[in-house]
């Protein structure tokens, strides 16, 4: 079982830029898909990007696609999250998640674990 912890949310204003951390424990990265996924307030939670397992497959929501990038440091059993150019739009809590094996779904359900999420505020 894995424990997630985010970390690196704040306030920017719009076109700047963010790293958001995902500190894992209790199990390796290298073993599952890793995503990362976001909620505005009265929104369902929406994916962001993931990365699958092998590593081989790093897919984006259309909204992100560009300006965000996902990596993940198998040494340091960290993910990352670095977004550019960022919109008010943007704003939200966002949340690591793990699949055990996985394939890098976009999909909520198939993610057992998940952080406790960190605030992102883009201010206009």
């Known amino acids: 079982q894995v424990q997630l912890v985010e970390s690196g949310g704040g306030l920017v204003q719009a076109g700047g830029s963010l790293r958001l951390s995902c500190a894992a424990s209790?199990?390796?990265?290298?073993?599952?898909?890793m995503g990362w996924f976001r909620q505005a307030p009265g929104k369902e939670r929406e994916f962001v990007t993931a990365?699958?397992?092998?590593?081989?497959?790093?897919p984006y929501a259309d909204s992100v696609k560009g300006r965000f990038t996902i990596s993940r440091d198998s040494a340091k059993n960290m993910l990352y999250l670095q977004m550019h150019s960022l919109k008010p739009e943007d704003t939200a809590v966002y949340y690591c998640?793990?699949?055990?094996?996985?394939?890098?779904?976009?999909?909520?359900?198939?993610?057992?674990?998940w952080g406790q999420g960190t605030q992102v505020t883009v201010s206009s």
């Open positions: 998640a793990a699949d055990l094996l996985g394939t890098g779904s976009v999909f909520v359900p198939e993610y057992a674990y």
């Open positions: 990365i699958s397992w092998r590593g081989d497959n790093t």
């Open positions: 209790g199990s390796t990265v290298s073993d599952y898909a």
